[in-house]
C-alpha cells in the first residue's frame, strides 16, 4: 500500500457495549458522529463479552476501539479487553472508553493502555478530533 493510500483509507471503528448494561443511546450518537465524520463504524450491539469485544476487533481489523461503559463495571472488564487484545496480537488497535467513568478511574484505564476517556458531556467534535489524531494506521 503507498503511502496516498494509507492516508486516504478511512479509519475503521468498533464501537462496543460490553456488559450487562443495556443503555445504548450514546454509543449510537458516537457511532453516528464518526460516520458522519467520515469513518467507517461497525456497533456490536448490547450486552457483549470481553471476549466477544475482542474478537469483533480483531476479525473486522479495527483501528480504533470504542468502549461505551454505563454500568461501572469498567475496572472488572477493560482489563479483560486489554488483555485479550494483547493475547491476539491486537494491541496496536487505539482504545478509547466513554461513559460514565469516575476521574479517580481514569490514570488505571490509561495505564492499562486506554488512549482516552470521555464522560457525559464531552463535545462530539472533540471526540471525532481525538480518534482522528489517534486512530491507529497503517
Do not use: C, W
Not at 4 to 15: A, F, G, H, P, Y
Amino acid at each position: 500500500m503507498t503511502t496516498t493510500q494509507v492516508s486516504q483509507r478511512k479509519l475503521r471503528v468498533l464501537i462496543a457495549k460490553p456488559g450487562l448494561d443495556g443503555h445504548d443511546r450514546g454509543a449510537k450518537v458516537i457511532a453516528r458522529a464518526l460516520r458522519d465524520a467520515g469513518m467507517e463504524v461497525i456497533y456490536t450491539g448490547l450486552r457483549q463479552t470481553p471476549e466477544q469485544v475482542v474478537e469483533a476487533a480483531v476479525q473486522e481489523d479495527v483501528d480504533v476501539l470504542g468502549l461505551s461503559m454505563l454500568s461501572g463495571a469498567h475496572n472488572t472488564i477493560v482489563p479483560k479487553i486489554m488483555a485479550g487484545l494483547r493475547e491476539q496480537g491486537a494491541d496496536d488497535i487505539t482504545v478509547v472508553v466513554g461513559g460514565i467513568i469516575p476521574a479517580e478511574d481514569e490514570p488505571k484505564l490509561k495505564e492499562m493502555g486506554v488512549a482516552g476517556v470521555f464522560g457525559p458531556g464531552t463535545s462530539l467534535q472533540a471526540i471525532v478530533e481525538f480518534i482522528r489524531q489517534h486512530g491507529r494506521k497503517d
